[in-house]
Nanobody
Framework: QVQLVQSGGGLVQAGASLRLTCAAF????????MGWFRQAPGKERDFVAG???????SYADSVKGRFTISRDNAKNTVYLQMNSLKPEDTAVYYC??????????????????WGQGTQVTVSS
């Protein structure tokens, strides 16, 4: 079983950048595909980006070209680099691990382990 611990996030102005970090403890990190999700108040938890253990990535259309997901299997860490942030990016962001490491799934129900969440607030 893996435990995911997130860091990063905060309050920034529109156009700024932030990097979220998710460190995995326990388990074997390379056996998981990883994803980032976000949830705004009163809304469902939405897929943001995902990465397989080999580094294949997928993005939601709303963040494509602005966000970059990456992972370092040697450091058991996944990152989400967020550039050109917009007010509509405001949400609680969650990292997640999926035991099928070969595929990326956009539904949160496909993920087995979750980080604690971190708030990202973008002011206009």
């Amino acid at each position: 079983q893996v435990q995911l611990v997130q860091s990063g996030g905060g309050l920034v102005q529109a156009g700024a950048s932030l990097r979220l970090t998710c460190a995995a403890f326990g388990g074997t990190f390379s056996t998981y595909a990883m994803g980032w999700f976000r949830q705004a108040p009163g809304k469902e938890r939405d897929f943001v980006a995902g990465v397989t253990w080999t580094g294949v990535t997928s993005y939601a259309d709303s963040v494509k070209g602005r966000f970059t997901i990456s992972r370092d299997n040697a450091k058991n860490t996944v990152y989400l680099q967020m550039n050109s942030l917009k007010p509509e990016d405001t949400a609680v962001y969650y990292c997640a691990a999926k035991e099928d490491r070969w595929s990326i799934r956009r539904g949160p129900q496909s993920y087995n382990y979750w980080g604690q969440g971190t708030q990202v607030t973008v002011s206009s």
